[in-house]
């Protein structure tokens, strides 16, 4: 009887149906009502069981799925900490030239809040000896950059996204070079040398970056009344790490922390070489990885 048609929606959707069921399971077990006899009450028993062992599934199901979700991103990820924060989500690009956008449009404080949330307003996370182990062939975990005693004293490290956003930040203002030039430290203390080397450094990184990630999103075209060319439709759907979820992460496990505050910590040893130069000596030609050429 109610027991099945109590089942069905548990098993087949969200725990939000879940929820949606209790109230209505309440009203049965009120003692008031005259529909509380002996049937109705094993009828009850039977419904509580079921709606148990329902849950029971369900909760399994969903930790089951996002077991499965986490082994996936660890699998096709290289290692990070920041691995915890990574949640998939279906989003849909924004490619309209004409769209209203917070992060595009001509210089203004709002768009550079919008940037500096998720560039230079990111924290960077500590982290101890065993994570560096994982990740690098260390040169020497003496020479790493630390932070000072009074942010904990462990192993400063900054994730790639915020420095790519970074890189792109940087790019978008130098469209507007004018505006910027006085403002934006990276322009005002170095020569145009500098920064054209600084931006080509930045596209290289970008560059590895869609390459490594390469994206086999289809993206189709329309004839259009009245027009000669087709029309492109950048407005595709995507699976996509939820970005907040990442933000979130970086603020609840990192610190934010003035560049100046990074000083030698006592012990500290220098490297001979900057790291690229040591680790190109001892690469292997066969190791080289081509996105690094
Ligand atoms: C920047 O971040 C703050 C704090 O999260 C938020 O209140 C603000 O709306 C953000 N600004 C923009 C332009 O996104
Ligand atoms: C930038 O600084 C220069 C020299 O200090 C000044 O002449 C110029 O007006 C400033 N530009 C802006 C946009 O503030
Ligand atoms: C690192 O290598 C580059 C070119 O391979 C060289 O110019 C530089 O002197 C080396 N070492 C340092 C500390 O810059």
Redesign the pocket.
Known sequence: MGSNTSLEPLLMEGDRECDNSSPDFNEKNNPRSPFFTRKSLSVFIANFLLLILSVVILVFAKFESSRQSSLCTKEHSFYSPALEGVKYEKVRFAGLPELDSKWRGPPSSLLDEAWDNVTSKVPEIPVDESVVHRTHNQLDINSLTRFPPEFGGQIYSEVEWKHQLHCLNLMRKYIHFDYYKNTTSLFYAYSSDEIVNHLAHCIDMLRQSVMCNADTGLIFSYWIEGHDHKHVDFNNEHVCRNFESLLEYQQQNGHLIAQKLLVRHPGAVDL???P??VT?LMMRPEERNKYYL
Do not use: I, K, L
Request: glycine share 0%.
């Open positions: 001979p070489d900057y690229e130069n190109r």
